[in-house]
């Protein structure tokens, strides 16, 4: 075959540079942001009456993004809609807003710390759903309550009305069966709306009987995971109604336009509001059934207030003893509940008085909000102190308080004295499983407190009690809790290790499995929080001891997520290493490093990257080739970027030594891969390189490029492998950048080839005999794919090759000129090219024939024929 010589194109790259710029066009941006919604402006025009001659247009502007399908669905989504449909809290969240005002109204002695119910119950309907069929007994009404005329006698009103309850009773109601969560939900909300309709219309006795048949739905616990939400549900009803009555009674004590005050007593109330609100406790104390007769008297109970001042404290015992008539353990303990839900604080005041209150008190404390509990932390402690502990262990209540003052903050002036009366019966505990469950929860609250020195005291007192007789080793879980509160508000790790016995706490962890957890606790803390780099030697020794347990837990049986995950936090501490311009030192820290995380290899590249002087001692030493390579590479760059042109000839030549070891597969994230995609990528980035690399005086012309076409020949490529001949391709991009005048980018203070030779003849020539060699293998190449199941990879090729000639070649030379038509017709030959490819080829091809210095590319153009498949 006949030698192409080759002839590159000289370059311009400055003025390549501005004509590849994209344009820029100034651009007012005023109020605009991509992220901004839309808005919509939509005119409307208002035509004026016939004397005006002109009309008035009135602009509305919509600021919401406009959605097609909304407009399409007139705003209805019927996603959304059935979502709606199947969720409880949403059916039931047009009733909260009145339900949160009334908690307000209802609860002023407990403070705006408490949590209101309102809040509670949206959880406890969200929690506890069914897919069972659910059963209802619905009221169906009666007329008997309609025949009363205003002239009856007050006796047969009542006896009247009376036979309406007993008619209630005995039977006027029906039941519904299979009925769904939602359907049983929508039927409660109907009864909620009857007994309003029925309140308003003056039907006082239906509404009691709706309210006396919910409270009998509270005695069917046969879906019990539905129970919650019931008596969420018929509460709300009971509350309603207790309202209303309430409200009604207040209405009638109205004199001469004045309200009774919030805090009125009983003698401000007139008689006819008293004789009302008896009638309605003889109303219900008629009811016969114990369950409906308990609730509705609860939900007016506070209606009591109208008669006596101790009349709800005298209702309490008789109502608490009502409900151990109730058989049904569950439904009983509802009941108490909603007892407490109508008056809390007498409850709290009833309960103080009895001797035994312990379980209460804690019951108190793990269900009420942290910020309630913690406004009054003295006022429990006082009721911790005089508790029974026979009963209920007084350190059990003492962690309870200290699990809300973790969430919590207590009064700041009495932030001391708690931490004292909680730490004087902690320290007492004489079993360590007492003791650190209680010392657990109250490190937090002297954490946040507190400054090291309490912390310091807190900790020397649980390594005093745990020590003894290794209690340590059945305390693991609570002691890595420790410390991960103390460094969660402890993050400043000077501050951190001057806490005296920290570094002891940690010699407690004895099992390795746990001491890798905690080291790795506090390295993670580290990294997140040292913003600066340090060089304090208490950090750093502390550190470096800490990361060696890391790394010596290391075995043949650890994962690879595992090792992967150590190294990454000693690479991160190392990387927050420095000692500025003392460089001993910093050698120093880093040959010390070396040698500590001798076992971890992401640790060891780090190393090498950081420290030039490891890289021949250490990189050989690394398992993974690519790796290797990649480490020579980069430390030829970091050489020659310091002007080490010795050492970057010595690391570019171990690179070039290193190609041939590469094996045809690699493991590859646990999987075998092909590895000439990888070499390929290596290749490319190494020929970027070599571009910028002065020859050796001693050495030939382009020793290196030379060096490295010879490994790439001898190199043993797959059979069904194009990546030889396009590593060639590129090779070609890298000669033809050798020859221009001044080379595309340099390295700063390195004399490169285009300022040692200054466009030398005889350095020329030589680039010429190595294009030669190179096209002659990549033409060699592609006859070999001349047969027909190769047709395909001939062609891709081949384009790929005139794509290089057009890009980097001098095609007023008339040979290489004809080699550039040869390959476009061999690329469309057989029919394999992509038409809109060589199309676009051609276009820009004509379009650079435009240019002044391109005009040539007009007759090119013309030799290139489209050639269609058929």
């Not at 549900?233 to 209303?244: A, H, P, R």
């Not at 501490?573 to 010390?592: A, C, H, N, P, T």
Request: proline residues 4%; aromatic residues 8%; glycine residues 4%.
């Amino acid at each position: 075959m006949a030698a192409f010589p080759w002839h590159a194109r000289s370059r311009n790259y400055v003025s390549e540079s501005e004509v590849c710029k994209l344009e820029s066009v100034p651009l007012d941006f005023g109020d605009y942001h991509p992220l901004k919604p839309i808005t919509v402006t939509e005119s409307k025009t208002k035509k004026m009456n016939r004397k005006g001659s002109t009309s008035s247009t009135s602009s509305s502007s919509s600021s919401s993004m406009l959605d097609p399908l909304s407009s399409v669905l007139d705003g209805t989504d019927p996603l959304s809609l059935f979502a709606a449909a199947a969720d409880p809290v949403t059916t039931t969240a047009t009733m909260d807003s009145t339900r949160k005002k009334r908690d307000k109204d209802d609860s002023p002695a407990v403070g705006s710390d408490f949590e209101p119910w309102s809040s509670k119950r949206g959880e406890i309907l969200a929690r506890y759903t069914t897919t069972e069929k659910l059963s209802i007994n619905l009221y169906m009404g009666s007329e008997k309550g309609k025949a009363a005329t205003t002239g009856s006698a007050v006796s047969e009103k009542v006896r009247t009305r009376l036979e309406e309850l007993d008619d209630l009773e005995e039977g006027s109601q029906k039941e519904l069966l299979n009925l769904t969560q939602q359907d049983y939900m929508n039927r409660i909300e109907e009864l909620n709306q009857s007994l309003k309709d029925a309140w308003s219309s003056d039907q006082k006795v239906k509404a009691l009987k709706i309210v006396i048949q919910c409270s009998k739905l509270l005695s069917d616990t046969t879906v019990i995971q539905f129970y919650p939400s019931k008596f969420v549900l018929i509460t709300d009803i009971l509350d309603t109604f207790g309202k209303l009555v309430y409200e009604r009674i207040q209405s009638m004590c109205v004199d001469n336009r004045v309200s009774l005050p919030d805090n009125f007593s009983p003698e401000c109330v007139n008689d006819t509001a008293k004789e009302t609100c008896l009638n309605w406790f003889f109303k219900i104390a008629s009811i016969r059934e114990l369950i409906p007769r308990f609730y509705v008297e609860a939900a007016i109970l506070k209606c009591n207030k109208f008669l006596s001042k101790t009349g709800i404290s005298e209702c309490l015992p008789r109502l608490t003893s009502m409900i151990r008539g109730i058989g049904d353990p569950l439904v009983a303990v509802y009941a108490r509940a909603y007892l407490c839900r109508v008056l809390l604080t007498e409850m709290m005041e009833r309960c103080k008085k009895l001797g035994n209150n312990a379980l209460l008190l804690n019951s108190v404390m793990s269900a009420f909000r942290a910020e309630f509990i913690a406004a009054r932390s003295m006022d429990f402690i006082g009721m911790i102190k005089e508790c029974d502990e026979s009963g209920f262990p007084k350190h059990l209540l003492f962690r309870s308080l200290g699990l809300n003052l973790a969430l919590a903050d207590p009064p700041e002036n009495d932030c001391l004295q708690i931490l004292n009366e909680a730490w004087k019966v902690i320290t007492k505990l004489k079993n360590p499983q007492d003791y650190i469950n209680c010392a657990e929860v109250w490190v937090e609250y002297t954490c946040r407190h507190f400054t090291k020195r309490e912390v310091n005291t807190v900790l020397a007192d649980v390594i005093k009690h745990m020590t003894p007789d290794r209690a340590f080793e059945d305390a693991y879980p609570q002691l890595q809790s420790i410390i991960q509160k103390v460094i969660t508000y402890i993050y400043d790790f000077s501050l951190l290790f001057s806490v005296e016995k920290f570094l002891p706490f940690l010699d407690m962890f004895q099992k390795e499995s746990v001491r890798v957890e905690v080291c790795k606790c506090i390295m993670e803390s580290f990294i997140k929080h040292q913003q600066e780099s340090t060089k304090d030697p208490v950090i750093l020794n502390a550190l470096l001891h800490i990361c060696k347990t890391m790394h010596d837990s290391v075995n043949a049986l650890t994962l690879e997520d595992e090792k992967r995950m150590l190294a990454a936090l000693i690479n991160g501490f190392i990387k927050m290493v420095s000692f500025g311009r003392d460089f001993e030192q910093q050698l120093s820290f880093y040959v010390e490093a070396r040698s500590t995380f001798c076992n971890l290899e992401p640790v060891l590249v780090q190393l090498i990257h950081a420290c030039v002087a490891f890289c021949f001692i250490t990189i050989p030493s690394l398992s993974s080739i690519f790796t290797r390579l990649n480490l020579y590479l980069h430390s030829g760059q970091v050489a020659l970027a310091n002007q080490c042109l010795s050492q970057a000839d010595a690391f570019f030549k171990a690179a070039v030594s290193l190609v041939p070891e590469v094996p045809k597969m690699i493991s590859v994230d646990g999987k075998m891969r092909p590895s000439d995609a990888f070499l390929l990528e290596f290749l490319c980035n190494f020929f970027s390189t070599l571009l910028v690399v002065p020859d050796h005086p001693e050495q030939g012309v382009l020793f290196l490029v030379r060096g490295l076409l010879n490994v790439i020949q001898d190199y043993t490529w797959e059979d069904n492998s194009d990546d030889k001949i396009r590593i060639y391709t590129n090779v070609l991009h890298l000669l033809s950048a050798m020859t221009q005048e001044a080379y595309i980018y340099h390295v700063d203070k390195v004399d490169s080839n285009d300022t040692l030779y200054g466009g030398d003849s005889k350095f020329l020539a030589e680039i010429n005999k190595l294009c030669e060699t190179v096209i002659a293998q990549i033409l060699d190449h592609l006859k070999t794919l001349g047969k027909e199941e190769t047709l395909k990879r001939q062609s891709q090729l081949a384009l790929y090759f005139f794509n290089t000639i057009l890009a980097h070649g001098d095609l007023r030379n008339n040979k290489l000129n004809q080699l550039s038509v040869n390959l476009w017709n061999l690329a469309q030959k057989h029919g394999f090219a992509d038409t809109r490819t060589m199309v676009k080829t051609l276009e820009y091809i004509k379009r650079r024939s435009n240019q002044p210095e391109m005009s040539h590319f007009t007759d090119l153009a013309l030799r290139l024929p489209l050639q269609s498949r058929t």
